[in-house]
């Protein structure tokens, strides 16, 4: 049996390099090599995990199986692996700090002054080998967040040279920086790069492989200078050049041969080719569209599209699958109303209603599923869309004007969305939703169950609020069906009016499982609708 390996990925100079697509391009080559690999994700905040934080300030929050709320670069792995990830794939400064102070407490280190080095690098290391440990993977791929310099980020770049140290060559350290173009000089810089190496060098560790993100192309004297200056093998200087999709990314590494640098590094055969060809087959089909589907995608942070990242890459998936081009339409919640809705609604072929928090923007939401509902638009409400769904056809059809959840309205008489009774008694915000897949059954005749091609599924939830079971019947009288149902609790988790065109709401997050090899089918399915709609 061989060990396992463990590559780190930095970076440097700035943030939002992309060191979350680079090390999921590198887990896809190593898997298409035949590897068991991993993914994991290093946050340099205290946070305990991300559940808490506004999606402004690092997007949206990605959910894992086993029910951990983590960062949005877990979707990307999932999304470049087709691979689950768990609560172990992302760990923040706050949980190894939480860990090593429980520790405290419990008298582990008794006697000891409980101290960065050993005690929370140790911690940090535990972290990283518990993947590797039960032998489940060949590789582990672990993104350190941050740019190293951060005060933030020390403790864990500390653990990354000690495991250096401990591990030989069965760890790996890929750096990823940025290399400017200045227009007026005409030339690329690699001064900022040099600098980034330097700080790294002087945290003890020379990193392997230099991954160098630019907007231009990086001639050969380029990587060879910055070779010379990083003590790097000229071969491997890798350029990330800007790609119109993020997809090509596994392509373009593999063109310049990462996977192999590693595999050599963690001296493994290297044999053949990584067999990118269903990977391949899925960016002909998506350089191959022509025609557009036009999706407006209905929230209150679309001016940050990271809020809704998994929505987003759920529909372009669906939309490749469909043989489309994706045009997605950001439409602000709070700027929706019955004067404008026409102007902004009128000419999309699907709309989807996002999911979210409290009461801003939501009037925007009823409007857009009143105009879609009148108009019979195919329409998906994801978690508080379902919600909206269900609120809007609670005033509308069943005539209760101040029907509401519970959420936004705690007096409301016609409370169709409500808190679930075991949510009444919590206080504590962190982690205390429903999360984590659930199973569910879906109605036969339904068409999540023809989308599906099954009746029984599995999805992700994130949510404290849901359908009051108490309106079913008339709910399902007036003609809004109530066709999944969680098998234990009998919590009603999908919506669907049978007499319009394609009218959707899930409490669950389908998002979440939609990768490029295997995208949701219910996305796919809202898409087909939509493209049917536009072709009528
Ligand atoms: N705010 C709603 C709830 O907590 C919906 C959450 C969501 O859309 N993820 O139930």
């Known amino acids: 049996m061989v060990d396992t390996k463990y590559i780190f990925v930095t970076g440097g100079v700035v943030s939002s390099l992309g060191k979350g697509i680079i090390a999921a391009s590198l887990a896809r080559l190593l898997q298409a090599r035949g590897y068991k690999v991993t993914n994991q994700k290093f946050d340099p905040y205290i946070n305990i995990d991300p559940g808490t934080l506004n999606p402004y300030e690092h997007g949206e929050c990605y959910v894992t199986v086993d029910g951990h709320e983590a960062d949005l670069d877990l979707g990307h792995y999932e999304r470049f692996t087709n691979t689950p990830t768990t609560r172990a794939n992302n760990i923040t400064t706050g949980r190894i700090y939480q860990n090593v102070i429980d520790k405290e407490r419990r008298g582990d280190y008794l006697g000891k002054t409980v101290q960065i080095i050993p005690h929370i690098t140790d911690e940090i290391k535990r972290n990283v080998k518990l993947l590797g440990s039960k032998n489940e993977f060949d590789f582990v791929i672990t993104e350190i967040g941050g740019t190293v310099g951060d005060i933030e980020s020390l403790p864990f770049i500390e653990s990354v040279r000690q495991l250096r140290w401990e591990m030989g060559k069965n760890c790996v350290c890929i750096h990823l920086t940025y290399v400017p173009y200045i227009a007026a000089a005409k030339e690329l810089k690699t001064k900022p790069t040099q600098h980034s190496v330097k700080q790294l060098q002087e945290v003890g560790i020379q990193p392997d492989i230099l991954v160098l993100r630019t907007e231009h192309e990086i001639s050969s004297e380029v990587r060879k200078k910055v070779a010379l200056f990083c ?98 339409q950001y439409i602000h919640s709070e700027k929706l109303n019955e004067s404008n809705s026409d102007k902004l609604l009128g000419k999309l072929d699907g709309i989807l209603i996002a999911p979210g928090f409290g009461q801003r923007g939501i009037e925007g939401k009823f409007v857009a599923l009143k105009y879609a509902r009148e108009h019979d638009i195919p329409t998906f409400g994801v978690c508080l869309g379902m919600q909206c769904m269900v609120i809007e056809y609670a005033r509308d059809v069943l005539g209760y004007a101040d029907a509401n959840s519970t959420e936004m309205d705690v007096t409301t008489k016609h409370n169709v969305i409500d808190l679930m009774e075991s949510q009444k008694s919590i206080s504590n915000m962190g982690g205390t939703m429903r999360l984590g897949a659930y199973d569910c059954i879906l109605s036969p005749d339904s068409i999540p169950a023809k989308a599906y091609g099954t009746t029984h599924i599995r999805e992700r939830h994130r949510h404290r609020f849901e359908f009051n079971s108490d309106y079913r019947q008339e709910f399902e009288d007036a003609g809004m069906k109530c066709v999944g149902e969680n098998p234990d609790t009998h919590l009603v988790e999908v919506v669907e009016v049978p007499s319009l065109r394609w009218y959707v709401g899930v409490q669950y997050h389908p998002e979440y499982n939609s990768t490029v090899l295997n995208p949701n089918p219910l996305f796919v399915d809202f898409v087909r609708a939509a493209i049917e709609y536009k072709n009528k």
């Open 231 to 328: 003590n790097v093998n000229p071969s491997a200087v890798i350029q990330s050049i800007d790609v119109p999709s993020i997809y090509e990314v596994p392509i373009k590494m593999h063109q310049q041969k990462l996977d192999e640098i590693v595999l050599a590094k963690t001296g493994m055969p290297i044999e053949g080719e990584p067999n990118l060809a269903p990977w391949e087959k899925f960016l002909h089909r998506m350089k191959s569209a022509t025609k557009t589907v036009s999706i407006g995608l209905v929230g209150k942070y679309v001016e940050l599209p990271d809020a809704y990242k998994s929505i987003n890459e759920s529909l372009f998936q669906a939309a490749t699958y469909n043989d489309y081009k994706l045009d997605l």
